[in-house]
């Protein structure tokens, strides 16, 4: 995951307010329900400390998602009366509504609800043309079509001569269409930055279409076997997006057994468990980190600077280190905070066994 966006949560010290917000159930009672959920987190960040200001900032933020038709939900973190980001989930928060006042936001859970979000180009396509949807978790929308050759298209059961002839020109028409199509969805690809191609329509017009596509895409693509406008289809996009999630922390994870394997000169590219990787954001040689959120280190708690790389296990560490000024923070957020800060990618995990402890890191060498 690309933690770039959290970048506006560290130009500002804490404290902060973290809450995320189910907003997965719709009936009629939903805005009232949402009116008590904005109370209730509201009284309970307070309770914690909060100032008056961000309460109040907090429980209007949730008020205004009375008539949201979100899916799914929204993490809200705020500070000295504002909010200051209010990202989207991808799924719903675990356990409902919470809220946390701490040093540092919550982050870690937009590992596991914010992001793995596969983003998929839907092509349903014929002998005409194909009309192209974006589909991610937060929804659907129009994403172009093409038109090809509309005439001829379709076959003749004559063996003269002359009909013959038409068939080649059909077969002429599929062909230009299907290059039309193909180089249409790659041009949709490459401005949507999407992670797959969902090739929906008869066997051979998929196919004809799959070969035609740049050899660079040819790994995005999934051919569907239902048909548009079917639940079998969103099944189908859906297995698709989970399988792609998938295949890719596996391919992490993958690189991070090996990376554990000291080279010829003794140094290994991996670190997990609390010490060796306060040790590696302070040397600024995080280069992914992997985080499996229930793990038992996530939540240990680690001491923290006012500057992203000033962390350590121990309070005294940090006055050692010339910081005169710390908070007790989670290791997981503290972590990401010094990830975000160079622009490390993140991960998150379901491996019990990889890393020790649950979190883990790629490295840089110095």
């Not at 028409?173 to 949507?192: F, G």
């Amino acid at each position: 995951m690309d933690l770039a966006f959290l970048h506006p949560l560290y130009e500002h010290p804490g404290p902060w307010a973290s809450v995320y917000v189910d907003t997965s159930r719709h009936t009629e009672g939903t805005p009232h329900e949402r009116e008590l959920t904005a109370q209730a987190m509201a009284r309970e960040l307070a309770a914690q400390g909060a100032d008056e200001a961000t309460c109040r900032a907090v429980q209007s933020a949730i008020e205004e998602l009375r008539h949201s038709s979100e899916p799914h939900g929204r993490a809200l973190f705020a500070r000295a009366g504002e909010v200051v980001l209010d990202p989207p989930l991808v799924r719903p928060p675990r356990g409902g509504d919470w809220a946390e006042w701490a040093p540092l936001p919550r982050v870690a859970p937009l590992l596991e609800l914010a992001g793995e979000d596969p983003v998929c180009v839907v092509a349903y396509v014929d002998r005409k043309g194909a009309d192209f949807e974006l589909r991610s978790a937060l929804g659907r929308e129009g994403a172009g079509s093409v038109t090809g050759r509309q005439w001829p298209v379709h076959r003749t059961s004559s063996a003269d001569w002359s009909e013959r002839h038409f068939q080649l020109r059909v077969e002429n028409t599929w062909e230009h269409n299907a290059a039309e199509i193909a180089d249409a969805l790659a041009v949709c690809q490459e401005e949507t930055k999407a992670d797959l191609l969902v090739l929906v329509g008869d066997d051979r017009e998929r196919r004809s279409v799959h070969e035609r596509l740049p050899k660079r895409l040819h790994d995005l693509v999934v051919e569907a076997p239902h048909g548009s406008g079917s639940r079998l289809l969103d099944e189908d996009v859906e297995r698709a997006r989970a399988e792609h999630v998938g295949r890719r922390a596996e391919a992490e994870l993958e690189r991070f057994r090996a990376a554990r394997a000291p080279d010829g000169e003794g140094r290994t590219g991996a670190a997990e468990g609390v010490p060796a990787l306060v040790e590696a954001a302070r040397e600024h040689r995080i280069d992914e980190l992997l985080i499996r959120t229930d793990g038992p280190d996530a939540h240990r708690e680690v001491w923290i600077g006012e500057d992203p790389d000033q962390l350590a296990v121990r309070r005294t560490d940090l006055k050692v280190l010339g910081e005169q000024h710390s908070w007790p923070a989670r290791a997981d957020d503290a972590l990401i905070r010094s990830a975000v800060a160079t622009d490390a990618p993140a991960l998150s995990v379901a491996e019990r066994e990889v890393p020790v402890g649950g979190l883990g890191a790629l490295l840089r060498w110095k």
